[in-house]
């Protein structure tokens, strides 16, 4: 009898705790959908308009065939100066990324006082986009390709910084210790046996980056820093279709190109 209550006594509290989460639980999807409800009316979401809008869709589409490729000359130009904007700024974000992924890992970096402020750096660099940063150093140095270079930099060093800490800090203790028990000073430790272990993660991380920063740069136009977005826009404000067919044609040859040229160097590094 006192093990039939004992057994009772047990089975109530797991019941009830089975009702808790299930309240819980209806009480989390209740409050997501009626997030969600509220995201839907804050952004406008009316189908109507879209389905209303689908006939000046057909049509520009109608006019955008056949493709424009009399200036095709100056769009494969304009695509080579946005792959260039792509690559020069991910190289500057990797150097720029160096020193603030050291400090930011919390395995590496020489105090914990300088890992909190240099996350802090990477939270800024990633949050403000690409095409923000590019805004403001078109105002800066002027319209053209370079202000683009600027803006993937500083958001590709961000992102970069970030994932390379977090590489940095997954890395096997074994070789990082077997060197430091030596004497040997901290960077002599990432050069020996961090970098040979994470360097494949990194290297990945690189490329990925690039590919981004060229998807990325197809719009820095927009604001006037240079490349085939520039085109592009010039083209949707003239209602020049058939141009503006032909230069998103250029950017997914190009964009195709850059991912499977980065598909298989990664490949290489596996």
């Known amino acids: 009898m006192e093990l039939t209550r004992g057994r009772g006594s047990i089975a109530a509290p797991r019941n009830g705790h089975s009702l808790l989460s299930r309240v819980a639980l209806v009480a989390g999807i209740a409050i997501a959908a009626g997030l969600y409800v509220v995201c839907l009316q804050v952004a406008q979401v009316d189908f109507g308009k879209l389905w209303a809008g689908l006939p000046r869709l057909a049509n520009w589409a109608a006019r955008a065939w056949p493709p424009d490729v009399s200036e095709l000359s100056t769009l494969a130009y304009r695509a080579a100066e946005t792959v260039a904007m792509g690559t020069v700024g991910t190289t500057f974000g990797?150097?720029?990324a160096v020193p603030v992924c050291l400090l930011a890992a919390r395995n590496i970096t020489p105090s914990p006082w300088l890992n909190v402020p240099a996350r802090a750096v990477l939270n800024v660099l990633r949050g403000i986009d690409s095409f923000v940063f590019a805004l403001f150093f078109v105002a800066a140095v002027g319209l053209g390709p370079f202000a683009g270079v600027l803006g993937v930099?500083?958001?590709?060093a961000g992102t970069i910084a970030k994932l390379w800490s977090e590489a940095i800090e997954t890395a096997e203790a074994g070789p990082i210790e077997a060197v430091s028990?030596?004497?040997a000073a901290k960077l002599k430790v990432v050069r020996y046996a961090l970098i040979p272990d994470v360097l494949p993660s990194l290297s990945s991380t690189l490329l990925y980056m690039w590919e981004w920063s060229i998807r990325a740069s197809t719009i820095l136009g927009v604001v006037g820093a240079g490349g085939i977005g520039q085109e592009?826009?010039?083209s949707i404000d003239l209602l020049a279709f058939d141009k503006a067919l032909t230069i998103l044609l250029l950017i997914l040859a190009m964009v195709s190109v850059i991912d499977g040229i980065s598909?298989?160097?990664r490949r290489r590094l596996v």
């Open 94 to 96: 990797a150097l720029l």
């Open 181 to 183: 028990v030596t004497g």
């Open 263 to 265: 598909a298989a160097i």
């Open 232 to 234: 592009l826009k010039n």
């Open 153 to 156: 930099a500083l958001h590709a």
